[in-house]
């Protein structure tokens, strides 16, 4: 079992930036796909990144690509998304999700364990 918190949301400009954090207990994240998806109100979850722990691989969606970096520090069993140039299309929840499996996938369902969500709201 994989507990899954979530840090770092808030209140931001457009144009500026946030770091969230997903800190894990349970079991490692080494065996693990860890993803951060969002959710705006009235909308479907959406994936955002995604990282295959033991390659340190990543994936992005278009949307977010240039802007956002997924890192992880493996000591500290923690998954990191820096956000720069945010925009108001950015504001959601976010949420870290995990998965045992060795790719990254883009649809929610494929992930097991989801943290409790960080809230994300950009203003113009």
């Known amino acids: 079992q994989v507990q899954l918190v979530e840090s770092g949301g808030g209140l931001v400009q457009a144009g500026g930036s946030l770091r969230l954090s997903c800190a894990a207990s349970?079991?490692?994240?080494?065996?693990?796909?860890v993803g951060w998806f969002r959710q705006a109100p009235g909308k479907e979850r959406e994936f955002v990144s995604g990282?295959?722990?033991?390659?340190?691989?990543?994936y992005y969606a278009d949307s977010v690509k240039g802007r956002f970096t997924i890192s992880r520090d493996n000591a500290k069993n923690t998954l990191y998304l820096q956000m720069n140039g945010l925009k108001p299309e950015d504001t959601g929840v976010y949420y870290c999700a995990a998965d045992r499996g060795s790719q990254v996938a883009v649809m929610a369902r494929s992930y097991d364990y989801w943290g409790q969500g960080t809230q994300v709201t950009v203003s113009s």
């Open positions: 990282i295959r722990w033991s390659t340190g691989t990543t």
């Open positions: 349970g079991r490692s994240f080494s065996s693990y796909v």
